[in-house]
């Protein structure tokens, strides 16, 4: 693939330590990247000196104007570049090689996305290192509309963790949702796969990251992320779903046992089922009352 321009996009709140790391990261990449945009959403607590730089351009927004789909969007807008790499401000190149490897992805005409593999953190949980080596394994694969019946919802999986877009096919397919709870990144990969476009995730483009989240913090994000399929049945009707999650409970059970640690899986079952209670009541948030809502989001601002 011949040279192309390349921006990045970095939501921020609240940037600390690692976000100046992310930042000697990206300077030290082997692909040029030309502008890293920064949108943050707390204006009083943002490094100053990153204002300073030319190649960094931050927009300052209130956290009510946040919108997952929207803000990116916005970003997205304000560069001409080619190719617009998506980060989040935790997540950290493993090497110099993560755009160049990104860039690469899109060797084959019809790639409208690529999005990196993403490894665990040093303190990962032990269950949370095995969904990552579910999730993002060691081998490179490209998704498109035939591979639906066989993956499932997994052929639309993309995340903006970290993850690249071709301008042309983002703008053909509308760009971002302009209003979404959350999921911004696998609504508009599954509009490119059902529009005939491919996925592809790099393996070899490798960022660090990971959380160790509760079963509560399991709970909201599932309940958020099922609103948002519901929300889009043009992209998420008729897709299976539930039967990916049910693969990664029992291969992850499966390597508990393997590896003699037999008493996480308490823990397994307890996440599992925040994570499937949540997904649950999210899909049919249409017949909750909006206290209940309120209470199961992660996104208030959202419902306002």
Request: overall charge positive.
């Amino acid at each position: 693939m011949s040279s192309k321009i390349v921006d990045i996009v970095i939501p921020t709140y609240r940037p600390g330590d690692e976000f100046q790391e992310l930042i000697s990261r990206l300077k030290k990449q082997d692909y040029p990247v030309r502008a890293i945009y920064v949108v943050n959403t707390e204006t009083g607590v943002f490094p100053k000196e990153f204002c300073e730089e030319n190649e960094i351009k931050v927009v300052h927004i209130s956290k009510s104007e946040f919108d997952h789909g929207g803000t990116r969007d916005m970003m997205m807008r304000r560069s001409d570049a080619e190719i617009v790499v998506f980060m989040t401000q935790d997540a950290m190149p493993a090497n110099s090689q993560l755009i160049s490897k990104l860039v690469s992805g899109f060797s084959e005409d019809l790639t409208g996305a690529v999005y990196a593999r993403q490894l665990p953190k040093e303190d990962c949980s032990i269950i949370e290192k095995y969904t990552r080596k579910f999730n993002y394994p060691e081998s490179s694969v490209v998704k498109s509309q035939e591979d639906i019946q066989k993956m499932g919802i997994k052929t639309f999986f993309c995340s903006n963790v970290c993850a690249a877009y071709r301008r042309d096919v983002y703008e053909k397919m509308g760009g971002f949702e302009r209003h979404t709870i959350f999921n911004e990144d696998m609504i508009l990969a599954g509009k490119m796969v059902l529009s005939g476009y491919k996925i592809r995730y790099e393996a070899d483009a490798r960022v660090i990251h990971s959380h160790n989240y509760s079963g509560r913090q399991q709970f909201h994000r599932n309940f958020d992320l099922a609103v948002s399929q519901a929300e889009h049945p043009e992209v998420f009707d008729g897709i299976k779903s539930e039967s990916e999650g049910i693969r990664l409970v029992k291969q992850t059970a499966a390597y508990l046992l393997k590896i003699k640690k037999p008493w996480l899986i308490v823990r397994l079952v307890y996440q599992s089922g925040c994570k499937y209670l949540g997904y649950k009541l999210g899909y049919h948030y249409k017949s909750l009352p909006n206290w209940l809502i309120h209470i199961c989001t992660m996104n208030r601002e959202y419902w306002k």
